[in-house]
């Protein structure tokens, strides 16, 4: 049987394997096969050889239903049985005896039919077919002891096994057509004492089986086909969550805690995920695997929508929540496939000022603590690496400044068992250094110290230490300061564990082995010769991809109303470029299909992130944008039109509750700036007008004419956090039909010009400066970087978020500024120069009253009090 299922196979174009099993196998071993089998994506179809004792219900049904071609599961056998047989595998040994029986002529219609010595799924898919047949259907086993009135009685004799010898032919009647089903398919027996005599018509048994095995092999294809449609692009069968928004809005806590999310597996197979692409964490979360990108490369990208701001108040202005209400809208109520992709937020401002950033009202990601906190553990994976760099630089200078060349390379190269050999990474360093030799006793005196000295300039160590929370006390130390360090000691400082340069790396990589080589690019610090010390020239690449290897894949976790969300890289959007990851939006863009949207975010304004997104992300990535969202309020708008200062944790002056025309109309000039700065990229801009409850009809009115008159090609108030996607609808009906437009995206600038031209027409075009002003010591940073090869990188300004220019107090639109160039830094690994506007602080510090004095945990029912 197996070479007849072979030759098939082969005729049809279809593999088979055969797993072997030992013959004293346990039920538990061939389940756990089974099981095996039935996540592996590369097979679509499984029939079982097994002896006729390990045919119990719990191994039939370990079967996936949908790979089950011998239909002997209870799912398919009760499709068969309730009358969906369209819907299951059929049994093909029973429906290889019905097509016997018509292929000879025989008219099942009324017929009286006895089944016997059959038993299991065989029995009962025989007895379902033939009463569809119109026929009386009795069963039998040989030793019951009405057997020989049933045989007389009988039309048709159908053998589901081996006549005994025991029972004569001649209980049945001449002209009986006959047929004979024994051979045990299933477990490759032949029955033997198989009737020799034709009767009204006997059907040989291998009549059967080679028909059933082609039947066997016609499911198997029907297997293949269904999962080939299942990988095209369709509409998802997604099964939203109800809202039910209540008044006045409760806090965001309240509102996550109220809804029950969908089981995070039930999400990922509702938009197209197969089971071994993820990997569960919890009931919400699920990390989803790279190989998803393989597996749709054929498949049509969505469209892209990117959500930018105009310059906001210290109080944000929504940029989260329009994003989440636009996907919640978009799919939830247009039925359009659509993703949201996030950032992860750091705890740093969790526990510190700014709460969380899971959106807000109806429109957030949920649960909101898990999204807030911890997730999957990527900014612990990208500490831990960070932290693991730093300690092997000032090691390293430890070890040089402490040790002969010789000692110091037998210690690099030790002998192992008698045997001395260079590590993968020591062997491209010695590629790197010209050295073209493999063999470690063979370098020259003068080969071994240059392999073994790195002579790291202190001064120049650019690399710091990081850690997640907010504390302003490490923002300068002293480090080295035991008795074992020897007297080495440095000033240092402690980084927020988002503002590393592993998170930007992770948010603009787009593979493992991408990742690897830009961890491997990073700039530590120069030597004394002035060229640059790397991760790669440390040794440590291979251990920071180890720590990042799962911290690469997509986080998968949902919104209010059961829409798919990304939450993926959390990059500082001043000295990086303040996106989600790459890896994310191109996943996503492939799941959603090609009519439908990936919504994404840039941090800050539209000045800062929204230019970072395309000019470095977009330049990355290669991903082209359809629509730019840009989120606007009449609170921000009012302070830009000359309205009190705004600070967080100060009530708002009466300006911003009551109506004010005349702000709302003098504070569209930064609305009118952004969208313009928008233009320059050739995409075309809707703005979405976030809804107060204080905000006036006569104040959205003007906003959204305004916008138009501006060049939005829309302007749509939203109002997502009352109500949910419901509230953003109209928003999501400009966007689509914004996106239908043909994009005209282009960069700024080229990457070829000199660095300082490429931040003068950042400066100039987007902020509207007059020039730029150099220090003497950016200046001497651009000579270095340009010397060192990295002058045809991407620019990341390093600038405040509250005004267009370098001074957060001037609101709406500067004019004729200076933009004052401090400093330059470079993340080599990421891809940009980064030049520092003023002073950044890259670790932020606590306020009087921290939000953690409002978190609590209630350890009865261990849930999280607090959260914003």
């Known amino acids: ?60 049904n370990a079967l996936k239903p949908e790979k089950d071609v011998d239909g002997v599961t209870d ?33 099942l219609d009324g017929k009286k039919i006895l089944v016997v010595g059959a038993y299991g799924s065989l029995e009962a898919a025989l007895q379902c077919l033939f009463q569809r047949k119109g026929s009386m259907t009795m069963s039998s086993q040989w030793k019951t002891s009405q057997l020989q009135r049933k045989l007389h009685e009988a039309d048709i004799v159908v053998l589901g096994s081996p006549k005994p010898e025991e029972i004569p032919l001649t209980w049945m009647q001449p002209g009986t057509t006959v047929l004979n089903c024994s051979h045990d398919f299933l477990s490759g027996k032949v029955g033997c004492g198989s009737p020799r005599i034709h009767f009204g018509g006997l059907i040989e048994e291998d009549d059967v089986s080679l028909l059933a095995a082609a039947l066997r092999i016609q499911n198997m294809v029907s297997s293949g086909r269904r999962w080939l449609r299942e990988q095209q692009h369709r509409r998802w069968r ?18 996550s805690r109220g809804q029950t999310p969908k089981a995070v597996d039930v999400l990922a197979k509702e938009i197209g995920l197969l089971a071994d692409e993820i990997e569960i964490y919890g009931k919400s979360k699920a990390k989803v695997r790279l190989s998803v990108l393989e597996r749709l490369k054929n498949q049509a990208d969505g469209k892209y929508v990117l959500v930018a701001g105009i310059t906001p108040t210290p109080l944000g202005e929504g940029k989260s929540t329009v994003t989440i209400g636009l996907v919640q809208a978009l799919t939830a109520h247009l039925n359009v496939n659509s993703f949201a992709c996030l950032r992860q937020p750091s705890q740093g401002p969790t526990f510190g000022v700014k709460g969380g950033a899971a959106g807000g009202g109806y429109a957030q990601v949920i649960p909101m603590e898990e999204f807030n906190l911890h997730l999957t553990g990527d900014i612990h994976a ?50 790197k250094l010209g050295i073209n030799k493999t063999d470690p006793s063979t370098l020259t005196e003068e080969e071994v110290s240059k392999f073994a000295r790195l002579d790291i300039n202190p001064s120049t160590i650019t690399w710091q230490r990081v850690l997640d929370t907010n504390d302003r006390f490490l923002r300068k130390i002293t480090i080295g300061q035991g008795n074992t360090e020897k007297g080495y000691s440095r000033q240092a400082q402690f980084d927020i564990a988002v503002a590393s340069e ?49 911290a690469i894949k997509p986080n998968l976790m949902q919104t209010l109303e059961g829409t798919p969300v990304f939450v993926h890289a959390g990059p500082f959007a001043n000295i990086a470029h303040g996106n989600s990851s790459v890896l994310a939006d191109k996943i996503a863009l492939k799941l959603v299909g090609e009519e439908g949207f990936v919504v994404t975010e840039a941090g800050f304004g539209a000045d800062i992130g929204m230019e970072k997104f395309f000019n470095i992300k977009c330049r990355a990535s290669g991903l082209v944008p359809n629509v730019v969202v840009l989120v606007a309020t009449v609170r921000a708008l009012k302070m830009h039109g000359g309205g009190p200062s705004v600070t967080a944790g100060v009530p708002l002056k009466k300006e911003y509750t009551e109506e004010n025309i005349q702000l709302v109309a003098d504070g ?23 809804v107060f409850k204080t905000d006036t009809r006569a104040e959205v009115d003007l906003v959204c004419e305004l916008a138009k008159r501006a060049g939005a090609f829309d302007a749509v108030p939203c109002y997502h956090w009352s109500v949910g996607g419901k509230g953003s609808v109209d928003l999501a009906r400009a966007v689509r039909e914004a996106a239908s437009k043909r994009s005209r995206f282009q960069f700024l600038y080229d990457v070829q010009l000199p660095v300082v031209d490429k931040i003068r027409t950042i400066a100039q075009a987007v902020y509207g400066a007059k020039d730029i002003e150099l220090s003497p010591e950016a200046q001497a940073k651009i000579d270095r970087y340009t010397q060192q090869g990295f002058g045809n990188l991407p620019i990341c300004m390093a600038k405040t978020h509250l005004s267009l220019s370098h001074q957060p107090d001037r609101k709406g639109v500067p004019r004729d500024f200076i933009l004052p160039i401090s400093d330059v830094r470079a993340s080599i690994g990421a891809g940009f120069i980064y030049p520092l506007v003023g002073t950044m602080s890259t670790m932020p510090g606590l306020p009087t009253r921290p939000c953690f004095y409002d978190i609590d945990l209630d350890t009865k029912t261990e849930q999280v009090k607090g959260l914003f």
């Open 1 to 60: 049987m197996q070479e007849i299922n072979q030759n098939l196979a082969e005729e049809t174009g279809l593999n088979i394997t055969h797993i072997c099993l030992p013959p004293d196998s346990s039920e538990a071993e061939i389940i756990d096969e089974i099981l095996k089998i039935n996540e592996d994506t590369r097979v679509h179809g499984l029939a079982l050889q097994i002896s006729e004792n390990l045919f119990s219900n719990k191994v039939l």
């Open 668 to 690: 569209c000039c930064n609305l009118q700036k952004q969208i313009q700065i928008a233009q320059l990229f050739g995409v075309p801009v809707v703005v979405a007008l976030n």
């Open 502 to 550: 592993i998170m930007a790396v992770l948010a603009l990589t787009d593979s493992l082995a991408d990742m690897k080589a830009r961890l491997g690019r990073m700039v530590v610090a120069s030597d004394k010769s002035g060229q640059p010390v790397t991760a790669d020239d440390l040794g440590v690449t291979g251990a920071l991809t180890v720590l990042m290897k799962d």
């Open 238 to 255: 997604l099964h939203c969550l109800k809202l039910q928004p209540l008044s006045p809005v409760p806090s965001d806590i309240e509102i």
């Open 382 to 431: 990208i500490t831990a690496a960070n932290n693991l760099l730093a300690a092997a630089i000032d090691t390293r200078i430890l070890h040089e400044n402490t040790q002969t060349d010789k000692a110091l390379y037998n210690r690099l190269v030790p002998l192992v068992n008698g045997v001395r050999e260079f590590s993968e990474i020591q062997l491209a360093r010695l590629k």
């Open 75 to 107: 799912i398919n056998l009760g499709k068969l049985v309730r009358g969906d047989a369209h819907e299951c595998f059929v049994s093909p040994v029973a429906k290889a005896v019905i097509e016997l029986l018509e292929k000879s002529g025989v008219n």
